[in-house]
């Protein structure tokens, strides 16, 4: 069993939909990273957060600690947020731990 | 500063070869980390710095590949008498202690 793991592998949706990817985590952690990446390879970070809930645009970001859970909001979903999105615990000296990703089509 | 960067983007080697891939992180961040990431895999943990020591490596790290910050500037990655399971995106990132990471663009090895 991977220490973060991500649902759903793979989504696909309309333009316009709310968005929901889920990340669980079985280790201790000081932080966690949502990240993006398009296809190329260069990932971009949308949050960093260890409490609460973030939020940036159409994006929000929660999570519980006591739970070992995060989710990742994406309200009125744009073609252009078709990506792969991260989730990654922060361990130790800030070494990441990585979800293996959720692959997000929206499609017009 | 623009961000961190990787060189080369793209690196196509034959087996048995060495390569070498250079990264250049934002000027003020003293910790420099390596990832690899296989095609449809989440990046893999390979090593990081603090300054110029290097002071974690995961297993993944063989002895066929070696990683050094000379100076707690730049860094890079060599791998020698590469092999076609070293083909996948070799990621690094940044960061400055209590803040996020800022990833460079990758560099994708294949050997053919």
């Known amino acids: 069993k991977n220490e973060v793991e991500q649902s759903p592998q793979n989504l696909t949706a309309q333009e316009g939909e709310f968005i929901t990817i889920n990340c669980s985590y079985s280790?201790?952690?000081?932080?966690l990273h949502w990240l993006q990446q398009h296809p190329g390879g260069g990932i971009v970070s949308l949050f960093m957060?260890?409490?609460g809930k973030k939020k940036h645009g159409r994006l929000i970001a929660t999570i519980n600690i006591q739970e070992k859970h995060s989710s990742l909001h994406i309200t009125a979903s744009h073609p252009r947020d078709s990506a792969v999105y991260i989730c990654?615990?922060?361990?130790?000296?800030?070494?990441?731990?990585f979800g293996q990703g959720t692959r997000l089509t929206i499609n017009p | 500063d623009t961000g961190v960067s990787q060189n080369p983007r793209h690196k196509i080697t034959k087996r048995g070869q060495n390569v070498t891939f250079r990264c250049d992180p934002i000027s003020e961040h003293n910790r420099l980390y390596w990832y690899r990431q296989t095609l449809g895999q989440g990046p893999e943990f390979l090593t990081y710095f603090q300054n110029e020591a290097q002071l974690e490596k995961s297993r993944l790290l063989s002895d066929r590949f070696s990683a050094e910050r000379p100076k707690g500037s730049f860094s890079t990655l060599e791998i020698q008498r590469t092999e076609q399971g070293d083909s996948a995106m070799y990621l690094c990132?940044?960061?400055?202690?209590?803040?996020?990471?800022?990833f460079g663009s990758g560099t994708r090895l294949t050997v053919v």
């Open positions: 957060l260890s409490s």
């Open positions: 990132a940044s960061s400055l202690r209590g803040h996020g990471y800022t």
């Open positions: 990654a615990a922060i361990q130790g000296a800030q070494k990441l731990v």
């Open positions: 280790v201790g952690i000081s932080a």
